[in-house]
T-cell receptor, first 113, second 115 residues
Framework: DVKVTQSSRYLVKRTGEKVFLECVQDMDHENMFWYRQDPGLGLRLIYFSYDVKMKEKGDIPEGYSVSREKKERFSLILESASTNQTSMYLC????????????FGPGTRLLVL | AQKITQTQPGMFVQEKEAVTLDCTYDTSDQSYGLFWYKQPSSGEMIFLIYQGSYDEQNATEGRYSLNFQKARKSANLVISASQLGDSAMYFCAMREPNTGNQFYFGTGTSLTVIP
């Protein structure tokens, strides 16, 4: 079974803090994704990566950066957290070809005070 | 323009009845994939069903089937014999290989199954 894990289920941070959200997958998938989910807006893509050290901006990259130093790990970084970044963050991974699904982690609910 | 449109923010269905969740998509590509995911209140995203654009048969997975109407660009999810555990958010998604590896998601439909 594919497993995607995220470092925290719940996180509370203060405005201005640097926040790291970690995602690890164990199926040797090439592609990894970070989404944020807000009520009424569905899932919006922040960044994705199709290989080690490669990254592509999604629909809402502002205020975020990412790092992919190893194939299995994809980190989302909030350089200076703001209250409007309070959200649910979902990590996902997939193969690069013959893609029939993405596999999601359990999500991190981030609250920025 | 929205790639994926789900026009039903909320739906109710009686237990044991069937329900259809609507999804329309927008693409000019010939090759694409369509997906449905379920998200219970716990937050995890559960993959339900996949339909490839070249698949001639509608996809089915147990009580889930995808009503694929290519000309209308619709990919509705049909859940038969609803159960209380089906109460959740449901998301439709699309992947276009020609635009990279992105998935495009709709805004979701909240389904409540009534006993």
């Amino acid at each position: 079974d594919v497993k995607v894990t995220q470092s925290s289920r719940y996180l509370v941070k203060r405005t201005g803090e640097k926040v790291f959200l970690e995602c690890v997958q164990d199926m040797d998938h090439e592609n990894m994704f970070w989404y944020r989910q807000d009520p009424g807006l569905g899932l919006r893509l922040i960044y994705f990566s199709y290989d080690v050290k490669m990254k592509e901006k999604g629909d809402i990259p502002e205020g975020y950066s990412v790092s992919r130093e190893k194939k299995e790990r994809f980190s989302l970084i909030l350089e200076s957290a703001s209250t409007n970044q309070t959200s649910m963050y979902l990590c996902a991974s997939s193969l690069s070809t013959a893609v029939k699904t993405q596999y999601f982690g359990p999500g991190t609910r981030l609250l920025v005070l | 323009a929205q790639k994926i449109t789900q026009t039903q923010p909320g739906m109710f269905v009686q237990e044991k009845e069937a329900v259809t969740l609507d999804c329309t998509y927008d693409t000019s590509d010939q090759s694409y994939g369509l997906f449905w995911y379920k998200q219970p209140s716990s937050g995890e995203m559960i993959f339900l069903i996949y339909q490839g654009s070249y698949d001639e048969q509608n996809a089915t997975e147990g009580r889930y089937s995808l009503n694929f109407q290519k000309a209308r660009k619709s990919a509705n999810l049909v859940i038969s014999a609803s159960q209380l555990g089906d109460s959740a958010m449901y998301f439709c998604a699309m992947r276009e290989p020609n635009t990279g590896n992105q998935f495009y998601f709709g805004t979701g439909t909240s389904l409540t199954v009534i006993p």
